[in-house]
């Protein structure tokens, strides 16, 4: 059986870069149901690419093949090979890469949530518990949503990955009526039973501690260059500790020269600010921000 073409070359070509693209979504940013469409649709792109025959041209009488229209050359053969490469090898490294950064962040800001009710049942602060751990059940609650059904590409190949989600959405219930009754000891004790769980998450998919508390640093430091920015040195006071704090814990995993340069830069934002000298802060900060941005688009 002979099959008549009615797909010219553009429409192939362009038929061959959006399967491609569809291909790297579903690979990469979609999960279930919409992963499965978007595989199918991008391999019928792919097949009718190759074939350059549309079942949907014939059934309404489209097509895009001119009688006149000659094959592709060499030349432009390389063209549409290079694309084509260009979009798999770029397309797929910042997928990976704006994937992986997007769960950080998630993991991030959940994970905040988490030091903070850790933080306030071991201080017997039973107000603060209460409000901080109906926080922590909301921002995992989303996290386990988004990322159950879902794996971005770091934690793909993770079989243990959705068990320890579970697990972990075990462990925060578990102390809920120990900190409404106000037994915040033996609460945090539980709570502290997550943070293993989470480590190994990390430590199982080769994220770097050091990524993650860059990540937390970075949240900190942009409310004292706001105050900086701001000129207000009683508040660049009053938000160091929790900056200083969030350096620490990156100071644990690497203290090298550039990392000591962040905390050079943090401790002169300080003095400036006990000394009043307003007019330097904002300059201070930026640099102190271009000496973070360095460490951490070499190792964040």
Same mark, same amino acid.
């Given at each position: 059986?002979?099959?008549?073409?009615?797909?010219?070359?553009?429409?192939?070509? /362009?038929?061959?870069? $959006?399967?491609?693209?569809?291909?790297?979504?579903?690979?990469?940013?979609?999960?279930?149901?919409?992963?499965?469409?978007?595989?199918?649709?991008?391999?019928?792109?792919?097949?009718?690419?190759?074939?350059? *025959?549309?079942? =949907?041209?014939?059934?309404?009488?489209?097509? /895009?093949?001119?009688?006149?229209?000659?094959?592709?050359?060499?030349?432009?053969?390389?063209?549409? +090979?290079?694309?084509?490469?260009?979009?798999?090898?770029?397309?797929?490294?910042?997928?990976? +890469? +704006?994937?992986?950064?997007?769960?950080?962040?998630?993991?991030?800001?959940?994970?905040?949530?988490?030091?903070?009710?850790?933080?306030? @049942?071991?201080?017997?602060?039973?107000?603060?518990?209460?409000?901080?751990?109906?926080?922590?059940?909301?921002? *995992?609650?989303?996290?386990?949503?988004? *990322?159950?059904?879902?794996?971005? *590409?770091?934690?793909?190949?993770?079989?243990? +990955?959705?068990?320890?989600?579970?697990?972990?959405?075990?462990?925060?219930?578990?102390?809920?009526?120990?900190? =409404?009754?106000?037994? $915040?000891?033996?609460?945090?004790?539980?709570?502290?039973?997550?943070?293993?769980?989470?480590?190994?998450?990390?430590?199982?998919?080769?994220?770097?501690?050091?990524?993650?508390?860059?990540?937390?640093?970075?949240?900190?430091?942009?409310?004292?260059?706001?105050?900086?920015?701001?000129?207000?040195?009683?508040?660049?006071?009053?938000?160091?500790?929790?900056?200083?704090?969030?350096?620490?814990?990156?100071?644990?995993?690497?203290?090298? @020269?550039?990392?000591? @340069?962040?905390?050079?830069?943090?401790?002169?934002? $300080?003095?400036?600010?006990?000394?009043?000298? /307003?007019?330097?802060?904002?300059?201070?900060?930026?640099?102190?921000?271009?000496?973070?941005?360095?460490?951490? =688009?070499?190792?964040?």
């Amino acid at each position: 059986m002979n099959i008549v073409k009615n797909e010219g070359i553009a429409d192939r070509g /362009t038929r061959l870069i $959006l399967s491609e693209i569809l291909f790297l979504l579903g690979f990469f940013w979609l999960g279930g149901i919409l992963q499965i469409a978007f595989y199918l649709i991008g391999l019928i792109m792919l097949v009718t690419a190759i074939v350059g *025959y549309c079942g =949907l041209y014939k059934i309404f009488g489209i097509s /895009t093949c001119s009688s006149h229209e000659k094959l592709l050359s060499k030349t432009g053969i390389g063209i549409l +090979f290079f694309v084509s490469l260009l979009i798999v090898i770029g397309g797929g490294y910042a997928s990976n +890469f +704006f994937t992986k950064k997007i769960f950080l962040d998630d993991y991030t800001a959940m994970n905040q949530s988490y030091k903070q009710a850790l933080f306030y @049942t071991g201080q017997i602060d039973r107000e603060q518990s209460v409000k901080n751990y109906t926080e922590l059940q909301s921002a *995992y609650a989303d996290f386990r949503s988004k *990322y159950q059904g879902y794996h971005p *590409y770091v934690v793909s190949h993770d079989a243990q +990955f959705n068990e320890d989600l579970d697990r972990i959405a075990t462990m925060i219930a578990m102390p809920r009526d120990k900190i =409404l009754s106000g037994d $915040l000891k033996s609460a945090h004790l539980d709570l502290e039973q997550v943070r293993p769980v989470f480590q190994n998450i990390l430590k199982r998919n080769a994220f770097s501690m050091l990524a993650v508390s860059l990540v937390d640093f970075h949240d900190a430091m942009e409310t004292i260059i706001a105050a900086a920015d701001a000129k207000d040195p009683e508040l660049v006071i009053a938000t160091y500790p929790l900056v200083s704090d969030r350096l620490k814990a990156v100071e644990e995993v690497a203290n090298d @020269t550039e990392i000591q @340069t962040i905390r050079q830069n943090l401790e002169q934002l $300080l003095d400036l600010s006990k000394t009043n000298d /307003t007019e330097a802060l904002s300059a201070k900060a930026a640099e102190m921000k271009s000496s973070f941005v360095k460490v951490y =688009l070499k190792r964040g």
